[in-house]
T-cell receptor, first 113, second 114 residues
């Protein structure tokens, strides 16, 4: 079946370094993608989104890249900080707002001092 | 900053009992959602709700589940006869507009069925 998934379950980076978290999706109808951050015991927190008519979007210290040709999504976090340690999920939908999000399995980002 | 609030934060119930999980979505939002997350697993979509009716539901959302917006602010998820496998974090979310916009999540209710 179609699914959204993440390549690496755990990513460990040094504080101050940049990190890249990857996500592959298989639903060719997906047209909206979101990255969420989830800290232990909390709900998913919106980080950044991108629509299918774009291939790059930047926020504060974060950049999302979308490659529709290979159905790949990535989240780049610049100058990582201890507070960036969390599980990161990509999510997608192909609906117009009524459809629920399909989440990937999550990548646990660990920032080492 | 507006936020989605959920109560209770933790609910323990006996198998076979009914539970109601409560959510107050962000006030000007139009779409409401319930998701669940079994411990250590990914977040799974349950149901979306718009204009006082279910818009979409997943396979998980069977006849044991129901949702309701009893007034202008609350959005509830009812599980009629809980099973052990219903134990999970349940997240409520809301989004503002009809076209793909970010969904804001609450902090979740941890449901433990014993």
């Amino acid at each position: 079946g179609e699914s959204v998934g993440l390549h690496l379950p755990t990513l460990s980076v040094q504080e101050g370094d940049n990190s890249i978290i990857n996500c592959a999706y298989s639903n060719s109808a997906s047209d909206y993608f979101i990255w969420y951050k989830q800290e232990s015991g909390k709900g998913p927190q919106f980080i950044i989104d991108i629509r299918s008519n774009m291939d790059k979007r930047q926020g504060q210290r974060v950049t999302v890249l979308l490659n529709k040709t290979v159905k790949h999504l990535s989240l780049q976090i610049a100058a990582t900080q201890p507070g960036d340690s969390a599980v990161y999920f990509c999510a997608e939908t192909s609906g117009g707002g009524a459809d629920g999000l399909t989440f990937g399995k999550g990548t646990h980002l660990i920032i080492q001092p | 900053e507006p936020e989605v609030t959920q109560t209770p934060s933790h609910q323990v119930t006996q198998m076979g009992q009914e539970v109601i999980l409560r959510c107050v979505p962000i006030s000007n939002h139009l779409y409401f959602y319930w998701y669940r997350q079994i411990l250590g697993q990914k977040v799974e979509f349950l149901v979306s709700f718009y204009n006082n009716e279910i818009s979409e539901k997943s396979e998980i959302f069977d006849d044991q589940f129901s949702v309701e917006r009893p007034d202008g602010s609350n959005f509830t998820l009812k599980i009629r006869s809980t099973k052990l496998e219903d134990s999970a974090m349940y997240f409520c979310a809301s989004s503002a507009l009809t076209l793909n916009t970010e969904a804001f999540f609450g902090q979740g209710t941890r449901l433990t069925v014993v």
